[in-house]
Nanobody, 124 residues
C-alpha cells in the first residue's frame, strides 16, 4: 500500500485545512486509518483514527472537537478536517494504515504503512 498525504499549507490561527490521504496498490477499506503529527524535536503524536466502517473514531483531548477524521472507501481516501487551528498544531502530518483493522491504536509502531507527510503551519 502506498499512501499519499496532501492538503497541508500555511494558515492563520483560527483557520481551517483539510488533509487528504489517497491510497494506492490495494484497498484500505478494511484497515484502521489514522493521522499522526510530528513537530520538530517532538515525538510523533496521534491525532485521529477511524475504523473501517467509519462508525468509530477516536481523538486525543488536544484536538477533540476541532479535528474530524473521515473516509471514503470508494475513493480509497481518508480525510482530516482541521478547524480552529492553533499555532501548536504546527507539524508534519502523516497518515497511517493498520492492517488489523480492529482497534484504533495511538501508538505509531502498531501501524504498517505510512504516507510521506504534509506540512501544516499555523501562524499566530
Amino acid at each position: 500500500v502506498q499512501l499519499q498525504a496532501s492538503g497541508g499549507g500555511l494558515v492563520q490561527a483560527g483557520g481551517s485545512l483539510r488533509l487528504s490521504c489517497a491510497a494506492s496498490g490495494r484497498t484500505i477499506s478494511t484497515y484502521v486509518m489514522a493521522w499522526f503529527r510530528q513537530a520538530p524535536g517532538k515525538e510523533r503524536e496521534f491525532v485521529a483514527g477511524i475504523r473501517s466502517n467509519s462508525a468509530i473514531t477516536y481523538y486525543p483531548d488536544s484536538v477533540k472537537g476541532r479535528f474530524t477524521i473521515s473516509r471514503d472507501n470508494a475513493k480509497n481516501t481518508v480525510y482530516l478536517q482541521m478547524n480552529s487551528l492553533k499555532p501548536e498544531d504546527t507539524a508534519v502530518y502523516y497518515c497511517a494504515a493498520d492492517l488489523r483493522g480492529v482497534i484504533i491504536s495511538p501508538t505509531p509502531v502498531k501501524y504498517h504503512y505510512w504516507g510521506q507527510g504534509t506540512q501544516v503551519t499555523v501562524s499566530s
